[in-house]
């Protein structure tokens, strides 16, 4: 069996297990922004951006000429996918953490060959299902599960995850984590994927912030209507009030911490109300709804050998923007 908050995407439309899903996904969304307003430093976790509206706009930002992340990982799978797939050796079973739209992750099953199964996992219910849709054509025979699910508390995998497993974590959402929970979570991975498994994870690299505000900050302000979104999402699942035009989205670079950090600043002295509950904010308050931690080759690395994965090889671009990284277990 999968963890509490998973289940394994029903074919036939929602069922009973799923409508339960539902009904916990609506109370741990309820939960987690009651807690989050009512803190000091306010905050909200950036696993509830990707909403139907949110998934959408995510993909919008990752075709932005200012956003570079997408761009530089669908080329480094294009090079190097067979080197990619020498190095991995056999594969049967395909894991894939916060899969999103799997575009990229087509490229990776095209150069594996003899791939027998694909699990991608995400918190998006529409997102994993036009996904498993668009790429089940292209990859005939290929068994896809997908399943709805926390990458961090996932904690058995769909039956059909059988023989050698091979992890991926692309887009660099890794980096969306703190280094604790980075760290958590690559101990969790091991656990989930076992003992001799390989682990694909995508890291995006140092640079400067002339480089990365405008990627997360961008000129037609897709970025913002992406931050913007979970006050909209808030106001419609959770009976929320907030002024979508008293708050802006804020991306500084935080360089001693090495990451974007991303807010919703309100732009006056106002109340909001959420679920019958007062939250008073200050003009220039912020919630805080997203970190992107940024990595060194050699950092992530010592950060996944923390968590038991050695580091067999990493590629990345010419002009060093980001990078592949190969993990084993041994
Ligand atoms: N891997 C894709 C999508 C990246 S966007 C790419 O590289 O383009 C981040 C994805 O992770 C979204 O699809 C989002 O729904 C999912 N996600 C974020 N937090 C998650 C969590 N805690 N558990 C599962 N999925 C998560
Ligand atoms: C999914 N993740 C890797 C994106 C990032 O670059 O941190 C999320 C994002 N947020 C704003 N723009 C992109």
Known sequence: MAGDTSSVLAEDGPDAAASETTADAHAEFAQAVLEGLARQKRSLPSRFLYDARGSELFEEITRLKEYYPTRAETALLQTHGADIAEHVGEADSLVEFGSGSSRKTSLLIGALEGLETYIPIDVSETYLAEAAEWLAPQHDGLTITPLVADFTKTDALPDTARGQKLGYFSGSTIGNLTRDEAMAFLLNAAQLLGRDSAFL????????????????????????SFSLNLLTRI???????????????RAIYNEPEGRIEIYLESLAGQTVNVLGRDFAFAEGERIHTEFSHKYSI?????????????????????????????????
């Open 201 to 224: 994870v995508a890291i995006d690299l140092k640079k400067s912030p002339d480089i990365l505000i405008p990627a997360y900050d961008d000129a037609e302000g897709v970025s913002a």
């Open 235 to 249: 106001n419609r699942e959770l009976d929320g009030n907030f002024d979508i035009a008293r708050f802006a989205h």
């Open 298 to 330: 050699e950092g992530f690395q010592a950060l996944a050998a923390t968590a038991g994965w050695r580091g067999v090889t990493a590629w990345t671009d010419p002009d060093g923007l980001f990078s592949l990284h190969l993990l084993r277990r041994d």
